[in-house]
């Protein structure tokens, strides 16, 4: 299983989906290579931290991520506590258009704006 992303710089100008769900990576960095990326699908790994979400900020054009499964959103079961999760994501990634699969809505979009 992969654990870290490695050698990026590679393949960064030109890649734009990363899809690598059910692996051990704990850790986003490296991921700042990947200029064009817009898409990333990373659930179930292991990010514990915010911290590690917040390295995506270099990631300008990223627009569609899935992170469910993760541990940094363990116990994000309720209704508010999902949405919490989604405007907590929008004011760190403001240009996502698609979270966990479901549409960034209008209302999420102000309410992530707002609690900036």
Avoid: M
Wanted: proline content about 3%.
């Amino acid at each position: 299983q992969i654990k870290k992303f490695e050698n990026i710089e590679a393949v960064g100008d030109t890649l734009e989906e990363i899809w690598i769900s059910y692996n051990l990576i704990q850790s986003l960095s490296g991921l700042d290579k990947a200029v064009h990326l817009k898409k990333l699908f990373i659930g179930n790994c292991e990010i514990e931290k915010w911290s590690e979400i917040e390295k995506l900020q270099a990631n300008t054009e990223l627009e569609e991520v899935l992170f469910t499964g993760n541990p940094f959103i363990e116990g994000k079961d309720s209704d508010e506590d999902k949405a919490a999760y989604r405007i907590q994501l929008l004011k760190i990634l403001p240009k996502l258009k698609k979270i966990d699969g479901l549409p960034v809505d209008v209302d999420e979009r102000e309410a992530a704006e707002a609690a900036e």
